[in-house]
């Protein structure tokens, strides 16, 4: 740890705190209140996982938005996530293709 001690505040944002991280080479950070007083400690794990989303929500997600956008339950499809990793499969591939282009436009739209 270097002297004097990096740290952050309770109510710094997470990018905040992934960029000092990030920038001193930190694998843990102090996180202090307004007083200057330990409140606890941050690591990159505690940072990753607010983007880690267990395989279940994202399939949810999926046919959350196969409901919103195509009016179907989605028990045409097959959807199967493992790993983070999406695979949408069906009869004559028509609404797994459009839902495939509609997952990544809305990927690639997002602000993070």
Known sequence: MPAPAVTIRTNAPIPSAARVMHTQRLRMLPVVDEEGVL???????????????PDEDISDDIRQVLRAVFDTDGSDVTIAA?????TITGPGQTLPQVADRLIWASTESSTW
């Open 82 to 86: 493992r790993n983070g990793i999406v």
């Open 39 to 53: 409140a606890g400690v941050v690591s990159r794990r505690d940072l990753l996982s607010v983007f880690l989303r």
